[in-house]
């Protein structure tokens, strides 16, 4: 399945979940290579540190594009990645609805993948690069900021890659309890915290 049809899908989940409505346009957005590595260069997690912490930097860079970039059309994605065919984790769609019954949001961050989404189902992830890299699968130079993070066409990426979206948005962190209200309020507000 193409992974605009797997967006759909998921905007429907989502819908149904009652976290929002969400459509992407089918057009690409193209963003320059020197924005994308002045983003990039923005995040303070180290490159060899951002394996596993997708929470932090994944949405760090995706509050990066929307307020200090003003890259129009993103939306923040959740789900699993396979590569060559095999998840790299046990989430499925039926795990999100859980953690929204249940409010089990925060223990479970680390069972799903998170990225951003931009129109024309481009993905841009700064954390899978590094997860492979830690792994020895991928070879990465840490001095050219272009190799430290993933962008493009969802349908065509590199490394065996495929994107599975689940779930869209940010009122998914609050109905699981991973994030409360005003901790999303602040960490998309027109200050840029540290922590990312």
């Known amino acids: 399945m193409s992974y605009l049809k797997e967006f759909k899908a998921a905007a ?7 976290l929002g409505e969400f459509t992407i346009a089918e057009t690409p957005f193209p963003i320059d ?4 590595n002045a983003v990039e260069e923005t995040g303070h997690i180290p490159f060899a540190e951002r394996a596993g912490k997708a929470m932090s930097v994944n949405f760090g860079m995706f509050h990066m594009l929307i307020k200090k ?4 059309g993103g939306i923040i994605t959740l789900g ?21 019954e249940n409010k089990t949001g ?19 992830d700064h ?6 890299h830690g792994e020895g699968l991928i070879d990465v130079n840490e001095a050219v ?3 430290r993070f993933l962008y493009g066409q969802a349908d065509e990426l590199p490394y065996g890659l495929t994107y599975h979206p689940m779930v869209l948005g940010l009122e998914f962190f609050i109905a699981s309890e991973t994030i409360d209200r005003e901790a999303i309020e602040y960490l998309m507000g027109e ?5 990312y």
Not at 113 to 118: P, R, Y
Not at 191 to 195: L, R
Request: glycine residues 6%; without cysteine; proline residues 10%.
């Open 12 to 18: 429907s989940r989502t819908k149904k979940m009652n």
């Open 33 to 36: 290579q020197t924005i994308l």
């Open 69 to 72: 970039f003003h890259i129009p």
């Open 80 to 100: 699993n990645v396979s590569v060559n065919g095999e998840m790299r984790l046990p989430v499925t769609p039926t795990h999100f609805k859980k953690m929204v």
């Open 106 to 124: 925060e223990e479970e961050m680390g069972s799903y993948h998170l990225w951003t989404t931009l129109p024309g189902g481009i993905i841009i």
């Open 127 to 132: 954390v899978m690069p590094s997860a492979l």
């Open 145 to 147: 900021p272009a190799e």
């Open 191 to 195: 200050k840029f915290p540290k922590q």
